[in-house]
């Protein structure tokens, strides 16, 4: 078992700048993949990038070229920068882990992106 904890969310204007941060714990070396996933009221949970076991990268459509996900090891920690922020990134943003057994979950933290 992974327990995840958001952290960095907050109000930003259009075009700012947020950075998320994903703490976890327990389980850590049974973790495959880091995810981020956002989640808006009346919609379907959004895949929004993720960092595999060797460091790979993956993003959706909508981030490409204005998040970037990244991990310190060290700190057993995932991070999600965002930049040129849009208001239709506002969500709640939520951390996850695959590990052999399963996907554990974070809280999530919220984002709003408004003037």
């Known amino acids: 078992q992974v327990r995840l904890v958001e952290s960095g969310g907050g109000l930003v204007q259009p075009g700012g700048s947020l950075k998320l941060s994903c703490a976890a714990s327990g389980s850590i070396n049974d973790i495959n993949a880091w995810n981020w996933y956002r989640q808006t009221p009346g919609k379907q949970r959004e895949w929004v990038a993720n960092i595999i076991y060797d460091g790979t990268t993956y993003y959706a459509g909508s981030v490409k070229g204005r998040f970037r996900i990244s991990r310190d090891n060290s700190k057993n920690t995932m991070y999600l920068q965002m930049n040129s922020l849009k208001p239709e990134d506002t969500a709640v943003y939520l951390c996850?882990?695959?590990?052999?057994?399963?996907?554990?979950w974070g809280q999530g933290t919220q984002v709003t992106v408004s003037s």
């Open positions: 996850s882990v695959d590990t052999d057994t399963g996907r554990n």
